[in-house]
């Protein structure tokens, strides 16, 4: 991840990728992020307008709020956390959504940049983070309930199981099998 957000040439994909990636979120679901989506004071950010028509509350990391006051700065949006341009069409000074192209073709760019040669995508993003996050440790559960699925079949699929997870869980099932007691019985030939 830090490979692709040091490659990416522009800091608002910079940040929109740290953001999408950190958050777990999908790319419609960072697009619509506002400023009142953010509560720096209990560091979590509330997504809404989901897929599966449920908001949400996600942690927020650190600097992911630093990189986003950041960002912020930079455009003084009243609202929206990534805008883009005036909408053409509309003389008012009603912007855009940042342009959902650009992002996927940026990312593939970097990607490509990088030397990564599988197919990536922003989503890329949310699949990462749901590896990362089992890899460190956290249940299943609790990632389903971090990227907002209803099924956790949903869930599992996210979360390959990497060669870090599977020696984590032999390390793990090697110290629960050691702590049993167990008092053998003396072999019988029968």
């Known amino acids: 991840m830090a490979a692709i957000i040091n490659t990416t040439r522009k ?7 740290l953001t999408t990636y950190s958050l777990g ?13 953010i509560d720096s004071e209990l560091m979590q950010v509330h997504v809404r307008n989901t897929k599966s028509k449920r908001d949400r509350l996600v942690p927020l990391p650190q600097t992911t709020l ?8 930079t455009h003084r949006h009243p609202s929206l956390l990534f805008p883009g341009r005036v909408d053409p069409k509309n003389n008012a000074i009603k912007p855009w959504l940042m342009d959902k192209g650009g992002v996927q073709k940026t990312i593939k760019i970097v990607a490509k940049d990088c030397g990564i040669s599988k197919n990536v995508h922003v989503h890329t993003l949310r699949h990462s983070i749901a590896t990362h996050l ?12 971090f990227l907002g699925h209803a099924s956790p079949i949903t869930t599992a699929r996210y979360t390959r199981m990497t060669q870090e997870a599977k020696h984590n869980s032999a390390i793990m099932l090697n110290s629960i099998i050691n702590t049993l007691s167990i008092h053998w019985q003396e072999q019988n030939h029968d």
């Open 11 to 17: 800091f608002r994909y910079q940040v929109f990728y």
């Open 134 to 145: 089992f890899e460190h440790g956290l249940s299943l559960r609790a990632i389903q309930v």
């Open 25 to 37: 979120l999908r790319l419609s679901e960072s697009l619509n992020l506002t400023i009142a989506d």
């Open 66 to 73: 630093l990189a986003l006051r950041r960002y912020w700065q």
